[in-house]
C-alpha cells in the first residue's frame, strides 16, 4: 500500500483542463519534501514530468505544472490533448519507511 | 544523452533467482546512483532501493529486505538487481532509472530522470 494517494481515474475533453491529486501525510509531504511527477504512456517506461513541485525538465510542455501545499500536491494539464491519455505518478519520500522513496497509487487520465 | 538499456525478458520458476542488468551508456556511470522499480501487471510503480554507482552503499525497501541485492561495475558501467527466493507475486516489470540531483535542500528528494526500457519477469510453476 502507498503512502501517497490518487484518483484513480480523472478524465476530460480535448482542451480541458484536469487537476490530478497527491495527498500524502506529515511523514512525507507535509514534512516538506518534495514532490516530483512521472507520465507513463502505455507499454512504455515512466517519463519524468515535474520534479521539485513545480519545475519541467527541458521539453515538457508547459500545459503541464505541479504544486504543493501542506500535506498535498497537485498536477495540472491544461489544453488536454489526445497523447496526454497516460498514467500519472506522483512520487516523493517518507521518512517513517526507514526513509525511502515513495510512488503514489497512479491516475488513469482519459481524454474523452 | 545518457541511455540505459536492460537485459532481457526471463521466466523463472518460484524459489529461484534473477539477475537483471542495467548498461549506461553516454555518461561518467560512477557519478551518479540508480534505483531500481517494479511494476506488476495492471499495478502502479513500486520503489525498490537504490545504490550508488559511486561507492555502492545501497538502500533497500524493507519488505525485500533479504531478498535483493543490488550491485554495480562500474567497469563495464552496468547495475545489477538480483532478487531470491522468488514467488509468483514477484511476477511484474523492473525498471532501473538514473537519480537525478536538483539540489542539496533538507526538501530536496530523488528524482529519476533517465529510464531503462524494463525487463518482464515472470514467476510460474
Known amino acids: 500500500q502507498s503512502v501517497l494517494t490518487q484518483p484513480p481515474s480523472v478524465s476530460g475533453a480535448p482542451g480541458q483542463r484536469v487537476t490530478i491529486s497527491c495527498a500524502g501525510s506529515?511523514?512525507?509531504?507535509?514534512?516538506?519534501?518534495?514532490v516530483h511527477w512521472y507520465q507513463q504512456l502505455p507499454g512504455t517506461a515512466p517519463k519524468l514530468l515535474i520534479y521539485g513541485n513545480s519545475n519541467r525538465p527541458s521539453g515538457v510542455p508547459d500545459r503541464f505544472s505541479g504544486s504543493k501545499s501542506g500535506t498535498s500536491a497537485s498536477l495540472a494539464i491544461t489544453g488536454l490533448q489526445a497523447e496526454d491519455e497516460a498514467d500519472y505518478y506522483c512520487?516523493?519520500?517518507?521518512?517513517?519507511?526507514?526513509?525511502?522513496?515513495?510512488f503514489g497509487t497512479g491516475t488513469k487520465v482519459t481524454v474523452l | 544523452q545518457v541511455q540505459l538499456v536492460q537485459s532481457g525478458a526471463e521466466v523463472k520458476k518460484p524459489g529461484a533467482s534473477v539477475k537483471v542488468s542495467c548498461k549506461a551508456s553516454g555518461d561518467t556511470f560512477s557519478t551518479y546512483d540508480i534505483i531500481w522499480v517494479r511494476q506488476a501487471p495492471g499495478q502502479g510503480l513500486e520503489w525498490m532501493g537504490w545504490i550508488s554507482a559511486y561507492n555502492g552503499n545501497t538502500n533497500y525497501a524493507q519488505k525485500l529486505q533479504g531478498r535483493v541485492t543490488m550491485t554495480t561495475d562500474t567497469s563495464t558501467s552496468t547495475a545489477y538487481m538480483e532478487l531470491r527466493s522468488l514467488r509468483s507475486d514477484d511476477t511484474a516489470v523492473y525498471y532501473c532509472?538514473?537519480?537525478?540531483?536538483?539540489?542539496?535542500?533538507?526538501?530536496?528528494?530523488?528524482?529519476?530522470?533517465?529510464w531503462g526500457q524494463g525487463t518482464m519477469v515472470t514467476v510460474s510453476s
Open positions: 532509472a538514473r537519480v537525478y540531483t536538483y539540489g542539496y535542500s533538507f526538501s530536496t528528494v530523488n528524482a529519476f530522470d533517465i
Open positions: 506529515s511523514s512525507n509531504i507535509g514534512a516538506g519534501y518534495d
Open positions: 512520487q516523493s519520500y517518507d521518512s517513517s519507511l526507514s526513509g525511502s522513496d515513495v
